[in-house]
C-alpha cells in the first residue's frame, strides 16, 4: 500500500469505530483521539490500528498490563467493564480477529538444539590474501589471522580498508564450512548497505537549487538511536508471514515497523551528489555524462541489532572458544538456533533494503521524479556460495562488498572524497568480494582528539560540501585516501563511475555511533 496516496482513507472516523462495538460518546472520543495519534505519527496504518482495537475490546485485561501506546485505554476500557458499561465486540470486530488468526504461519522445521562445547583453534592460520597490507593496521590483521585459524575457516580475504573490529575485523570476508554461520562475523548491524538513486535532471541542480535539495533531505530523512519515521510510503514488507516466525521477531516487529525509513547513526548518510559516468555498461545502463544523485548508507536498524545481539550471545554460549577468537562463535545451520538466525538474518536483509526505498521513493516524490537508475548492495551479510573448486561454503562479509562477476556495488569514502560505482570481476583469491569503502585510519575517539572544527571546516569548503549534522568522528581526515585504496583492489572490479558528495545530511553528533 502507498500510504502517502491515501491520506485521507487512512483517517479513523466515527464510524469505524461504531463498526468495532463503541457507541457512547466519551468511548469515541478517547478512541479517536488515540487512533489518529498513532496514525498521524505514524506509528501504525489504520487496518493494523483497527485490529488492535478489535483486540483491546475483546480482551482490555491483557492490552492493561502491556505498556504500550494503548495503555491507557485498554485501562479505561477495563474500567468500563468493571461498572457494567462494558463495549461489546460486534460481529465485525470479531472477523478482524478470525482473520488474524488465520493468516498463514511461517514455520521453521525443528531440527533440534544445538549442543554446548569447547573448540581449540589451529595451530596456523589457513592461508588468505591481503589487499592493501600497508594501509591495514596490525589489529585487523591479527584479528583475520585468528579468524583463518578457526577449525571451521575453509577460505578468506582482507580488503585495503579494513580495520579493527569485533571478531571479524571490518573488511574481512570469511569463508566457512557451509553448515555453520557466524553472527559477528556478519556484523552488528546486519545488512547495512548502500542504495543509489540516479535521476534525468542536471548536476548543475546541486548549485542552482541548494535549498530546494536540502529541504527535502531534511523532510524525509530521519536520523538518531531511536529515530522514528511519520507516514510510510510502502509497508508491505510487514505483510510477510516471517514477522510472526519467531518470539523475538514478533517483539520487535512494531518497533522495525515505526524505524523503517530512517538512518540510525555513526557512518550512516543520505546525500545529495553528482555522478560522473565514466564507462557505458550493459549492467548500468547509463550514457556517460552527469546526473544528480541521491546516495544513502544505513542498515537494519533496532532490529537487526537486537537479532545480532541475541543471536551472538546465544553463539558464544553454545561454541566455546579461547578468549581472542570468542567473538568468532558459530551457530550450526543442522541445528534450531542456526536455522532461526539465518531467517533473522534474512528478514533484516530485506528490511534494510526496504528502509533505504522509502527515503528514496519519499525524496523521489517530493522532487516529483523517477529515478532512471537504483543501485544497492548490502556489506554486513552472509551468503551461501561455492568458491572456484566447487566447494559450498557460508561467505561472511563484514564490510565488504560481493563482487562478483557482473554484481554492480557501490563504495563510498568520505564526505569530501569520492565514491565509485563498480563491476565486479569475479576473483576467486578476493572471494568474489571488494572493499564497503575507504576505510577508516583513526579511531572515532583518536578523531575528536585530533581533529578539529575549524579543520573539517576547511575540508568542506575546499571540497564544496554542505554538511547538516555530523561530528569530528566522521570528519574526511579520519579516513584513508580513497584512491589508494582503489588502486590496491584494481584487480577486483572495474569502476564504471565516480560519485561526489556535495549536501551530506549525517545524524547529530551527540548521538552514539551504531555503525
Known amino acids: 500500500m502507498n500510504n502517502l496516496e491515501t491520506e485521507t482513507s487512512e483517517i479513523i472516523v466515527q464510524e469505524d469505530l461504531q463498526r468495532l462495538g463503541v457507541n457512547n460518546t466519551e468511548a469515541l472520543a478517547k478512541f479517536a483521539r488515540v487512533a489518529n495519534g498513532l496514525i498521524n505519527n505514524g506509528v501504525y496504518p489504520k487496518t493494523q490500528v483497527l485490529l488492535m482495537f478489535a483486540q483491546l475490546i475483546d480482551s482490555p485485561k491483557k492490552f492493561s498490563f502491556s505498556k504500550n501506546k494503548l495503555t491507557n485505554l485498554a485501562l479505561y476500557v477495563k474500567n468500563l467493564k468493571e461498572i457494567g458499561q462494558e463495549i461489546v465486540l460486534s460481529d465485525y470486530g470479531k472477523t478482524l480477529l478470525e482473520a488474524e488468526a488465520n493468516k498463514p504461519k511461517f514455520e521453521i522445521e525443528k531440527i533440534g538444539r544445538q549442543h554446548d562445547a ?214 550450526d545451520m543442522n541445528t534450531d538456533e542456526g536455522q532461526e538466525y539465518w531467517l533473522a538474518m534474512n528478514l533484516a536483509g530485506d528490511y534494510a533494503s526496504a528502509n533505504h526505498h522509502e527515503i528514496h521513493n519519499k525524496i523521489a516524490r517530493a522532487l516529483n521524479q523517477t529515478p532512471i537508475k537504483v543501485i544497492e548492495n548490502h556489506h554486513n551479510f552472509a551468503w551461501k556460495e561455492q568458491l572456484a573448486d566447487g566447494t559450498e561454503v557460508m561467505v561472511h562479509r563484514k564490510g565488504a562488498t560481493p563482487a562478483g562477476a557482473n554484481d554492480l ?50 575540508a568542506l569548503k575546499k571540497a564544496g560540501v554542505q554538511l547538516i549534522g555530523a561530528d569530528l568522528d566522521e570528519a574526511p581526515q579520519a579516513y584513508k585516501d580513497v584512491n589508494k585504496v582503489m588502486e590496491a583492489q584494481a584487480d577486483l572490479v572495474y569502476v564504471l563511475a565516480k560519485f561526489s558528495p556535495k549536501i551530506v545530511r549525517m545524524a547529530d553528533g551527540k548521538e552514539k555511533a551504531e555503525d
Not at 424 to 449: E, F, L, Y
Open 118 to 331: 569447547d573448540f581449540d583453534l589451529r595451530e596456523h592460520a589457513v592461508p588468505y590474501k591481503i589487499y592493501g597490507a600497508n594501509y591495514i593496521e596490525q589489529g585487523a590483521l591479527d584479528q583475520m589471522d585468528t579468524a583463518m585459524k578457526l577449525p571451521i575457516s575453509v577460505a578468506g580475504a582482507l580488503m585495503p580498508d579494513a580495520h579493527q573490529g569485533y571478531g571479524l575485523p571490518i573488511g574481512g570476508v570469511l569463508a566457512t564450512t557451509a553448515d555453520t554461520i557466524i553472527p559477528f562475523a556478519v556484523g552488528v548491524d546486519i545488512a547495512c548497505r548502500m542504495c543509489m538513486s540516479v535521476f534525468d535532471l542536471p548536476a548543475s541542480m546541486i548549485e542552482k537549487e541548494d535549498k530546494l535539495l536540502k529541504k527535502v533531505l531534511s523532510e524525509n530523512t530521519f536520523f538518531g538511536i531511536g529515530s522514528e519515521s511519520g507516514r510510510k510510503f510502502d509497508d508491505t514488507l510487514f505483510d510477510r508471514p516471517e514477522w510472526n516466525s519467531l518470539k523475538i521477531i514478533k517483539d520487535l516487529r512494531d518497533k522495525a515497523y515505526r524505524q523503517l525509513g530512517t538512518s540510525g547513526t555513526g557512518n550512516h548518510f543520505v546525500e545529495w551528489g553528482v555522478l560522473e559516468v565514466l564507462a557505458e555498461d550493459n549492467l548500468m545502463n547509463l550514457r556517460k555524462g552527469s546526473y544528480l544523485t541521491l546516495l544513502s548508507h544505513s542498515g537494519s536498524r533496532g532490529f537487526g541489532g537486537n537479532i545480532a545481539d541475541h543471536y551472538s550471545k546465544i553463539a558464544m554460549n553454545k561454541t566455546r572458544l579461547p578468549k581472542e577468537a570468542k567473538h568468532l562463535a558459530w551457530l
Open 409 to 458: 556495488g557501490i563504495i563510498p569514502a568520505s564526505m569530501t572524497q569520492p565514491g565509485f560505482v563498480i563491476r565486479g570481476k569475479g576473483v576467486d583469491a578476493g572471494i568474489n568480494s571488494a572493499s564497503h569503502g575507504a576505510g577508516r585510519k583513526m579511531s572515532r575517539t583518536k578523531a575528536k582528539g585530533s581533529i578539529t572544527k575549524d579543520d573539517l571546516k576547511e
